[in-house]
Structures are given as C-alpha cells and as structure tokens.
Nanobody, 123 residues
Framework: QVRLVESGGGLVQAGGSLRLACVASGRTSSANTMGWFRQAPGKEREFVAVITWNGAYTYYTDSVKGRFAISRDNAKNTMYLQMNTLKPEDTAVYYC????????????????WGQGTHVTVSS
C-alpha cells in the first residue's frame, strides 16, 4: 500500500505561482509512475501531468504546457508540481496519484490517490 499526502495549495492571484508537493510513504516501490490530476467544481477529474519513476519522461495536458513543471526526488519520496502563470481556470482540487504501471494519463490507471489540495486562482 502507498500513502500519498499533498501540500502546497492555496489562494493566489492570476499570474502567480504555487508549488505543490506529494509525499509518498509505505510501499513506495509501487509508486513507479506518478501523476497530478485536478478536479474543478462540477467537472470530472482530469489529467494534468505525469512523470516516470526516474524522471526521464514527463508529459502534460495541453492547457498547462509551458506553465507547469512536474518533478520528483526519489530520495525524499516526493513529487512536485511547479505551477507558474496561474489562471482562474486552473482553480481546482489537485490530486497526487501513483501506479506501478510504466506510465498512464488515465485516472483508471492509478492505484493510489492522495486526499487532494485546493488551489484557487483569483482574477
């Protein structure tokens, strides 16, 4: 079992930045691929970014490319999401997820989920 705990959310003005962190504990060897997802009020949970176990490969949804950066520090069992030039449409609950699969952008492909951290971007 892998436990994931997110932090770093908050209220920020449009154009600002936030850095989210996700700390993994437990059977961290199962956290092969890790990703960030988000869910805005009234909408389905959507993929944001994914990173492979060694950080060699990353992939982003189009709406955040060039603004967000995903990274991980396996020595600290921590994954990050640096979010720059935030927009009101980035407002959502952000979830950390992990899977033992090579990589996937589908919510159904992830075995483990955090509790989420709220990000609110004001205009």
């Amino acid at each position: 079992q892998v436990r994931l705990v997110e932090s770093g959310g908050g209220l920020v003005q449009a154009g600002g930045s936030l850095r989210l962190a996700c700390v993994a504990s437990g059977r961290t060897s199962s956290a092969n691929t890790m990703g960030w997802f988000r869910q805005a009020p009234g909408k389905e949970r959507e993929f944001v970014a994914v990173i492979t176990w060694n950080g060699a490969y990353t992939y982003y949804t189009d709406s955040v490319k060039g603004r967000f950066a995903i990274s991980r520090d396996n020595a600290k069992n921590t994954m990050y999401l640096q979010m720059n030039t935030l927009k009101p449409e980035d407002t959502a609950v952000y979830y950390c997820a992990a899977t033992d699969r090579p990589w996937t952008t589908s919510t159904q492909g992830y075995n483990y989920w955090g509790q989420g951290t709220h990000v609110t971007v004001s205009s």
